[in-house]
């Protein structure tokens, strides 16, 4: 009797999906165009399909010198500067690659501690996923 159970749990075991797979579909480079911005905001909104994943890789950026600046996708920071002592740019080490999106609309925030100006570029290194 109780192998007869471990075998039915086995079977039923084997049926239940408790998510889906991942299934490579494409490799995307998102360039985020130079532009003009307030001290922070909204500078463009990323929608990722229903039935797709994102792993995004790494952030690149265009950076004008002496600007610290921040970049995030909903509430993941992509990207984020500091001024150290002899006026060059530091980079902040907490940032963890990758990260993973679901399907869904995300804006893609930038914020600026020396005011309004011009951003001057970025770019996402991501790959993307079907779940089947």
């Known amino acids: 009797m109780k192998k007869s159970i471990v075998i039915l749990l086995f ?26 911005f307030a001290a922070s905001g909204t500078i463009a909104t990323v929608t990722i399909s229903a039935g797709k994943v994102w792993k995004i890789e790494a952030a690149s950026h265009n950076s004008a010198g002496g600007t610290v600046w921040s970049l995030r996708i909903g509430n993941f920071l992509l990207y984020s500067s500091t001024l150290n002592g002899g006026g060059g740019l530091n980079y902040h080490p907490d940032i963890n690659f990758p990260i993973w999106l679901p399907s869904g609309t995300y804006n893609l925030q930038v914020n600026s501690t020396n005011g309004a100006g011009t951003f001057e570029g970025a770019g996402l290194s991501i790959i993307e996923f079907n779940i089947i």
């Open 11 to 36: 079977f039923i075991a084997l049926g239940a999906k408790a998510q889906g797979n991942l299934q490579f579909n494409q490799v995307i480079y998102y360039t985020i165009p130079s532009q003009s």
